[in-house]
């Protein structure tokens, strides 16, 4: 994920300050149990990887510039919005 925001950052998609909030967002995500736990069981073949990701952000609203950051990587057309 970090390589992604580093990225994002670099090409002016999202500035800076939101960068750093999204990858601060991401490292406090992967501290709790109940995420991690569901990124180690994640299937590709039984869910797609933008479902995944939207579905699991939606259960905790402190994420939502990772959340935004997620939907510029899943379906670039939202940046236009």
Known sequence: MTDALEIMSKANILPVSEVQ???????ELV???S????????QR???????FWME??????????LQKV???????AAMLF
């Open 70 to 76: 997620v939907q510029i990587l899943v379906c670039p």
């Open 21 to 27: 909030k999204a990858d601060r967002e991401y490292r």
């Open 56 to 65: 699991l952000l939606s259960e905790y609203p402190s994420v939502a510039h």
């Open 35 to 42: 995420a991690l736990h569901c990124m180690r069981v994640y």
């Open 31 to 33: 501290e709790k149990k």
């Open 45 to 51: 073949s039984e869910k797609r990887l933008d479902s």
